[in-house]
């Protein structure tokens, strides 16, 4: 039997990453008062509250949005700062718990002025977005709220696989992920942040679509590899690096390198798309392309802070940056008992759960613009055409309540 792997080198995403990172001005102290925000309301333990601390969720806030005035950064990085939250939470929660945690931070979104709740989730999510929807207009306004309502059904899938041990197919991974990754609601906070709110039929356009869906690739693709390391050594197996190995039985290294192309072609096909932005006049485009800034801006932002942050490599970010080299962690039961927190879910009946539906279709043979997909392992490269594919064929629909959550 192969000895098991103890490390693993992670793609150069950095170098192949062209775009200049740029930080606000407001950063540090936006940073520090957002830190103070959160942690007024939300009951962490020691360890916690310095896990936390380390998370430095404020510094990508600055690198995502660096244009934003100090009022917009501060609802912005206390938005990061609660998703983040509201990510390790749900990682703690049954399916259950997951649905009435959403009830309460929807509810919150719905009415942040008129409802009324004790709960840390609630009045967090209250706080934030009452502050959001001051000067956000109506598209943007509906967009995040829309969003997150996909997160929390997204999440509530996730743990529904968590308790019963099972690993996604591919098509049901990439589905999923696109919305536990949070991104869309951060790319709502793109419009809000620089004070602009675009038409529905320009946030509709294929192109912008497809802009949308590079940028989130990246983001979710990376955060995968950086993550890895740390959810395995909690056996959490919602990651594209676990699911390509259980599924298309390769190595560790393989599955890596094959996560690591993803990632690159994603930001060939962002720069390829951004060619193909159609006109809508003057004003409009100028708002479009404030608005492909911002998804830049999240791509390069969030590739930079995945190392500076403890979250990941603890102390190590610099020296992973520049080598590499990732160290296994050894293995434990990583389900801590839950927080504090806000769960109603004994008082709440669920809404639509998530589905999917797989629209299949021939994998046409590479063209241009899939020459990323070429190489040495055909097993491999047909997973990452599919994996490409997949963004536009898979999508999530609801089913009445009424039906079975398993």
Not at 36 to 62: K, N
Request: charged residues 25%; proline residues 6%; glycine residues 6%.
């Amino acid at each position: 039997m192969p000895r098991a792997p103890r490390k693993f080198l992670l793609p150069d995403l950095v170098s192949h990453c062209p775009y200049p990172q740029r930080i606000n001005q407001h950063a540090s102290k936006v940073a520090r008062a957002s830190e103070v925000w959160l942690l007024a309301q939300a009951c962490f333990s020691p360890d916690h509250r310095e896990a936390f601390l380390g998370l430095h969720a404020g510094e990508l806030t600055a690198a995502c949005y660096p244009d934003a005035d100090p009022d917009k950064l501060q609802v912005a990085s206390d938005f990061m700062n609660f998703l983040f939250t509201l990510d390790d939470w749900s990682d703690e929660f049954d399916a259950e718990d997951t649905y009435g945690l959403a009830e309460c931070v929807m509810r919150a979104l719905d009415d942040p002025v008129g409802f009324e709740t004790s709960k840390a989730a609630g009045k967090l999510a209250k706080s934030f977005f009452g502050r959001y929807r001051r000067t956000a207009g109506p598209g943007c306004t509906r967009r995040f709220i829309n969003t997150m309502d996909l997160f929390f059904k997204a999440v509530a899938q996730q743990a529904r696989d968590r308790a019963r041990g099972d690993i996604p197919s591919i098509e049901e991974y990439i589905a999923l992920r696109s919305d536990t990754s949070g991104c869309k609601p951060c790319f709502a906070l793109i419009e809000y942040a620089a004070g602009i709110d675009l038409p529905d039929e320009v946030i509709a356009h294929p192109t912008i679509q497809s802009l949308e869906e590079a940028t989130n690739a990246l983001v979710t693709w990376s955060n995968d590899l950086f993550s890895y390391n740390v959810e395995q050594a909690r056996q959490d197996s919602h990651n594209m690096i676990a699911v390509i190995m259980h599924q298309q039985d390769l190595g560790l290294q393989e599955a890596v390198d094959a996560v690591g192309v993803l990632c690159k072609a994603s930001i060939d096909r962002f720069e390829e798309d951004r060619r193909r932005i159609p006109s809508w006049g003057p004003e409009i485009d100028r708002d479009v392309a404030t608005y492909v800034q911002g998804l830049q801006n999240w791509i390069v932002g969030s590739l930079h802070w995945s190392f500076e942050s403890t979250r990941y490599f603890g102390k190590d970010g610099a020296s992973v940056k520049k080598h590499r080299i990732v160290k296994l962690l050894p293995k434990h039961d990583g389900r801590r008992k839950s927080l504090s927190l806000c769960s109603t879910a004994r008082l709440y009946t669920p809404g639509p759960v998530c589905q999917v539906d797989f629209h299949t279709a021939r994998s046409p043979r590479p063209d241009s613009r899939a020459d990323w997909a070429k190489g040495p392992r055909p097993g491999v490269l047909r997973l990452l055409s599919r994996s490409r594919r997949a963004f536009s064929s898979v999508q999530l629909h609801c089913r009445p309540s009424n039906l079975p959550l398993v």
